[in-house]
């Protein structure tokens, strides 16, 4: 069975940077697509960034292009969110998750397209 851990979450100033990492366990890490997503309070849980199975494609939402840089190392099975140039309007409960088919072939943004969620970790980022 899959799991899935986040960690590196924290309270930040606004323009600072902190890096999020996902642990995954299972042997067939590689062949899924994973993407981070996040929900502030009062809030739906949105898409952050997406990336493919082997790392050659990625997906960004518009609030974070330029700023957010997802990656991938599967030897580790680890995925990770570098945030830089942080802003208040980040802040939010972060979640990576697992996609729902291996093999994909694009990074898929769609919430729907993933099954398996981690526990989340709270990004807190001052003014």
């Known amino acids: 069975q899959v799991q899935l851990v986040e960690s590196g979450g924290g309270v930040v100033q606004a323009g600072d940077s902190l890096r999020v990492s996902c642990a995954a366990s299972?042997?067939?890490?590689?062949?899924?697509?994973m993407g981070w997503f996040r929900q502030a309070p009062g809030k739906e849980r949105e898409v952050v960034a997406a990336i493919r199975w082997n790392g050659f494609n990625t997906y960004y939402a518009d609030s974070v292009k330029g700023r957010f840089t997802i990656s991938r190392d599967n030897t580790k099975k680890m995925v990770y969110l570098q945030m830089n140039s942080l802003k208040p309007e980040d802040t939010a409960v972060y979640y990576c998750?697992?996609?729902?088919?291996?093999?994909?072939?694009?990074?898929?943004?769609?919430?729907?397209?993933?099954?398996?969620w981690g526990q989340g970790t709270q990004v807190t980022v001052s003014s």
């Open positions: 299972g042997r067939t890490f590689s062949r899924y697509g």
């Open positions: 998750a697992r996609s729902r088919q291996p093999d994909l072939l694009v990074a898929t943004p769609n919430l729907s397209d993933y099954n398996t």
